[in-house]
């Protein structure tokens, strides 16, 4: 099993697509949102509602190949702690979708917009740069996401997994073999 947390300080939209990007790029996945003001992705049901109403076991591991998302419903990760564990256990692949408002932690990877100097954003740890229209000249040993096409943007928000040769999407399975 492979655990890849993310966060996004600065960018709401990359917050927000970058774990469904990371869900894509690996056969299967689940992004996990720990952000209690998280946004509202699809799905039949939230880790607010796995942990008030406890999970039955087809809840807890893939019924079928290929990315998945489970929206949180104004949890918070420390009462999500134990479901959480569960699900990591039974997924092979699992992206935690950490708030944008505190702090993730030396294990979570920060997503951040790829700026000009003396623009350019850094973190503590892992730091993973989306490029921009903007030209600008990434740092070394970083890894650069290229810009997202909009129809890999609108597939990821619409629910439904983009082309899996998608440039942007590629791009993410770097990023989980540094995890």
């Given at each position: ?28 996945a ?71 408002s ?63 040769r ?14």
């Open positions: 099993m492979s655990v890849l947390a993310l966060w996004s300080p600065l960018d709401a939209m990359l917050g927000i697509v970058g774990p469904l990007g990371a869900a894509a790029a690996v056969d299967t689940l992004a996990i949102d720990l952000d209690p003001n998280g946004p509202p992705y699809r799905g039949p049901f939230s880790l607010a509602d796995l942990v008030t109403r406890g999970p039955t076991l087809s809840q807890l591991q893939p019924t079928q190949k290929g990315p998945a998302v489970l929206r949180n419903g104004g949890v918070e990760p420390g009462d999500a702690e134990e479901i959480v564990s569960e699900l990591v256990k039974r997924w092979p692949n699992v992206v935690l979708r950490c708030s944008p505190a702090e993730a932690g030396a294990h979570a990877t920060a997503l951040l917009p790829l700026l000009p100097e003396p623009f350019m954003p850094s973190s503590v740890g892992t730091v993973v740069y989306q490029r921009m229209k903007l030209v600008a000249i990434p740092p070394p040993y970083h890894t650069v996401l290229p810009v997202p096409r909009s129809g890999t943007i609108k597939a990821l928000l619409g629910g439904t997994r983009p082309p899996t998608d440039p942007w999407v590629r791009a993410f399975r770097t990023v989980w073999q540094r995890a």
